[in-house]
């Protein structure tokens, strides 16, 4: 997984047309990117601005990260905003004049709130001017801070979460780089709902301590709700909630890199469902390496892509003797049962990039996408270079569900890699960053790449 670009990014776009052949299935997205809003700084004096997170409410789109300025889809004008803005959910996808919370720091994470309201977390200490600490609820039409909301944690909040247990509450749930590193609060107030998670420090605990690994501490770094994830006016329950993060130890139950959180009534469940595999180490400077998970649509399975480069073990030998053929849950998309809920051994499918790494997944009714800064998906049998059976598809990849291999569907810049990856009814959204001046997503009409989708990409659905 260690970064690469140049010459290989040349040769992968190169390798697209070649493989996309007649005889695969094609991904249920459109090869060609309408224009949408973009990051307006283009990173070539070495700074680099990223979107973290996606997310709809309603009719609009807010987006989030460390950022300075945004466009409007085919402008040049630079539109001032600090870590966060808004945007149309339909064509025209014109930015928010209205939405600008000016946040003083990285924002990783934006959720819907029932009111109307949005929730920013992230690493930060004003909201528009107002003192916070690291998680606001703001006015979903100015940005502006609600001071009801009065919980401030002292550590980054990586990701948040609204959803309805299976008693029809609803939860903020809130993870990240503090203990207790996760918990559910009040939507309204910001109130732990001690009732429903644990505040202790002991229900998460421990972190990947192996030989040459770097130091640690737990965290929640991810999260993905089964079913759809809230909208206002939905009261539709959750079932579940994935959890990706820094931890060996939950709820009194073995788990490393993830684990599932059932939002029963009342009190919400560990499930004991854990992948051995999972337990397996990597590349000792990236021992968090599972940077996401998403339920399939029928909740059958649950799909991973990791980091990780190279099994920890393979660093024993000599570089010339080490393995080409991948094995272990490095660099790679892993599909698992989501039953029985026991530890298990195994995997349905898995799916390697050949050592480059993944930071995003989310899955519709035929499709895994992934997202990363890979340059090749099917790639098994190699490390850093193509090798037999693989394809070149960079910055973004489409698996059939079923098969775990590859399908025809358009790929993106690398840069530092996809962020997030959001499939809604519409198509898919992407966020990404502007490392080394990306701003490819997709194709053109005639199969020429198309660019000036730096930061955010839409592909509709097919």
Sequence with gaps: MIRRIGTAVTAAFVLWAFAFGAGVAQANVAMSPPATPQLATSGTDGSIEVVRQITQCGDTMYAVGLFTAVKNPNSNTAIPRNNAFAFRATSPYTVSTTWNPNVNGQVDTVACAPDGDVYLGGSFTTVGGTAVRNLAKVNGTTGANNAAFTLHPAGRIAHAELVIDQGNVQHLLLGGYAAPYLRSVNPTTGVNQNGYLPVTGDFISGTYQFAGASAQTPRIYNMTVSGVPYQRGNTAPNTAVLMTGIFTNVAGQHHEQIFRLNLTAGKATVSPWSPAELYQHC??????????????????????????????????????????????????????????????????????????????VAADASTVFIGGHQRYINNGNACDTLGGGGRGQTGLGEIDRTSGLAQTGPDRGRGLGAADLLRTTAGLWIASDNQANTDTCGRTATGAVQHARMGICFLPGA
Excluded at 290 to 301: G, K
Excluded at 320 to 343: F, H, K, L, M, W
């Design 283 to 360: 590349f000792a400077r990236q021992p968090f390496y599972a940077q996401d998970a998403a339920f399939s649509t029928d909740m059958t399975r649950v799909y991973v892509v990791t980091t990780g480069y190279r099994l920890n073990s393979e660093f024993s030998l000599p570089a010339n003797q080490r393995p080409q053929t991948r094995t272990g849950p490095c660099d790679a998309a892993i599909a698992y049962p989501a039953s029985p809920e026991v530890e298990f051994t195994g995997h349905t499918w898995i799916n390697y990039t050949g050592c480059d790494s993944l930071y995003s």
